[in-house]
């Protein structure tokens, strides 16, 4: 099996789309992932429904045409589900609305390994399980269909009931777009895409908010302005450019673009932030993804009513570097 696919062949076209041309597909969730899927799918010629609770999402849905209905009504007249609803509300709706409804042989399609993964969502015996996990967000999904251009996704088959599963998979992400020019599909599991997402959001993206925020402190503490600090790290734009010249140049390629004096500080003083303690921190973080403890504190926290995790954001919004950027952001227009 080929671990990366940029295309098909009008010859596999035809052989998978066979599979899921005459089914109805039920996008169950309209925000920004469901609307760009569903749209993109509708657009590539497939039957495509929405599952949605009355609300704006659902008169959206409406406006852009499509048959809306309850999540429960979607489900009894799919053959394939995308599940596009938040993870936290996954194993309730299923519980309550879609499995009670779906049909046998039907095809359930995930956007994340989360719930599959850790066995949090009860799904019925006789069913395709797909993952189709975009490396995007999901108006990015929209905008490069209409460009005509594709993107990165993480595909995988968890479970082959009907023996046609992986054509399906391959179909339906043909249909959304990924394998136009510049996309490509990479063949995971539903462990793997658990362990990348979870590991980049507890690792250097949240490392990255409070780094920032511990540079803040020196260096206003040394004089610095706090207007200085925060458009020096993130506010004019130029965290942007670096992040958009590692995607297309590469991690440290795109260090050409920096003067000799930013190369040299970056390579000789980057690697303490990165030793081994960093790595430790960093397995302990990934053995708590895939042993289920995180999944599991997430889930007692989800349970009490967020009570830490609306006070945690209590407090790092209280940070007096919250303030100065308020204050800067009004000068700069961003914010009323």
Same mark, same amino acid.
Do not use: C
């Given at each position: ?43 590539s010629?497939?039957?495509v429904?929405?599952? =949605?609770?009355? @609300? ?7 406006? !852009?045409?499509?048959?809306?209905y309850?999540?429960? %009504? ?19 709706? &299923? ?5 009670? =409804? +779906?049909?046998?042989?039907? #095809? ?7 719930n ?11 069913? =395709? ?13 929209? !905008?490069? &269909? ?9 595909i ?16 339906? *992400? ?49 004089? $610095? ?13 130029? /965290? ?5 010249? +590692?995607k ?19 390579? #000789?003083?980057?690697?303490?932030? $990165? @030793? ?10 990934? +053995? !708590?993804?895939?042993?289920? $403890?995180?999944?599991?504190?997430? *889930?007692?926290e989800?349970q009490?009513? &967020? ?6 954001? %209590?407090? $790092? *919004?209280e ?12 000068? /700069?227009?961003?914010?009323?």
């Amino acid at each position: 099996m080929t671990h990366l696919i940029t295309s098909l062949t009008n010859e596999q076209k035809q052989k998978v789309w066979k599979t899921i041309k005459d089914k109805t597909i039920a996008v169950i969730g309209y925000g920004n992932q469901g609307r760009s899927q569903a749209l993109n799918m509708h657009d590539s010629g497939l039957n495509v429904i929405v599952g =949605n609770v009355r @609300d704006s999402y659902a008169e959206l849905a409406e406006k !852009d045409g499509f048959k809306v209905y309850s999540i429960a %009504e979607a489900a009894k007249k799919a053959d394939v589900l995308f599940i596009l609803i938040p993870d936290e509300v996954q194993p309730e709706v &299923f519980e309550k609305d879609i499995n009670k =409804n +779906m049909k046998e042989n039907s #095809t359930v399609v995930f956007a994340s390994g989360y719930n599959y993964f850790y066995g949090l969502v009860n799904i019925p015996e006789k069913t =395709n399980v797909l993952m189709i996990a975009p490396r995007m967000i999901g108006f990015g999904i929209r !905008d490069l &269909f209409l460009k005509g251009q594709g993107f990165p996704a993480l595909i995988a088959v968890g479970k082959d009931y009907t023996n046609d599963a992986e054509d399906q998979l391959l179909a339906l *992400t043909d249909a959304i777009g990924v394998f136009k020019p510049n996309g490509v599909a990479i063949w995971s599991s539903f462990r793997e895409e658990t362990l990348v997402d979870l590991l980049t959001e507890h690792s250097w993206a949240g490392a990255l908010l409070y780094i920032f925020r511990a540079y803040y402190e020196v260096a206003t503490e040394l004089g $610095a302005s706090p207007e200085a600090v925060i458009l020096e790290l993130y506010a004019s734009g130029e /965290l942007e450019e670096i992040a958009r010249s +590692m995607k297309e140049q590469g991690l440290f390629k795109q260090l050409k673009n920096h003067s000799r004096t930013s190369q040299y500080g970056q390579l #000789t003083r980057g690697p303490k932030y $990165a @030793d081994e303690k960093i790595k430790e921190i960093i397995r302990n973080e990934a +053995m !708590d993804i895939l042993n289920g $403890a995180f999944a599991k504190e997430w *889930t007692l926290e989800r349970q009490a009513g &967020f009570i830490h995790f609306n006070k945690l954001y %209590e407090l $790092a *919004t209280e940070h007096p570097m919250e303030k100065e950027e308020e204050k800067l952001y009004k000068i /700069l227009g961003r914010i009323k």
